[in-house]
T-cell receptor, first 115, second 113 residues
């Protein structure tokens, strides 16, 4: 299957700072990538759809000004958590679409802890 | 509003026996269903999928069954192996939201040697 990488794999930051998470498709090009968030013992929740060359599409309830998404190229999407607070601590995962209908390949995830 | 539900948070099975993981959905627009396996601190790994035009799809030890009238799907793993121990998520897609996946809460499967 396709390979998606994320960087960093974990990050600890102070409240009020901004954190950037990178998502790269290593062996395919993606005009669309997806960002999910998973809280402990909960499901993966889609946050937004990242679109290459245009604005991201955010799911209901997700603050677009807080979670900035940039899809600068066909292999890179970034998620910036601005002015992070402890409640933003979560596991953030990106994915890229596969060849089959709706199949997605997920990155390894980024564990964010905001102190 | 939880559109995809996995009502069993955990399942424990003996090695060699069958594991059956269940998933229910409420949105009749869903037309494609997937199962993912996930280890802690890792991204989900795709296992198997099924289109709504089918009621069964098999891949090695994994079989997914779909009952559209009941809006229910299940994943069968046989024989179960200790390496299958992980969290299993079912996910659904369909309608106008191409590519978007709605996940269930996950079921922790533990396979005992």
């Amino acid at each position: 299957g396709a390979v998606v990488s994320q960087h960093p794999s974990w990050v600890i930051c102070k409240s009020g700072t901004s954190v950037k998470i990178e998502c790269r498709s290593l062996d395919f090009q993606a005009t669309t990538m997806f960002w999910y968030r998973q809280f402990p013992k909960q499901s993966l929740m889609l946050m937004a759809t990242s679109n290459e060359g245009s604005k991201a599409t955010y799911e209901q309830g997700v603050e677009k000004d807080k979670f900035l998404i940039n899809h600068a190229s066909l292999t890179l999407s970034t998620l910036t958590v601005t002015s992070a607070h402890p409640e933003d601590s979560s596991f953030y995962i990106c994915s890229g679409p596969g060849l089959a209908n709706s199949e997605q390949f997920f990155g390894p995830g980024t564990r964010l802890t905001v102190l | 509003d939880q559109q995809v539900k996995q009502n069993s948070p955990s399942l424990s099975v003996q090695e060699g026996r069958i594991s059956i993981l269940n998933c229910d959905y409420t949105n009749s627009m869903f037309d494609y269903f997937l199962w993912y396996k996930k280890y802690p601190a890792e991204g989900p790994t795709f296992l198997i999928s099924i289109s709504s035009i089918k009621d069964k799809n098999e891949d090695g030890r994994f079989t997914v069954f779909l009952n559209k009238s009941a809006k229910h799907l299940s994943l069968h793993i046989v024989p179960s192996q200790p390496g299958d121990s992980a969290v299993y998520f079912c996910a659904a897609a369909g309608g106008t939201s191409y590519g978007k996946l709605t996940f269930g809460q996950g079921t922790i499967l533990t396979v005992h040697p």
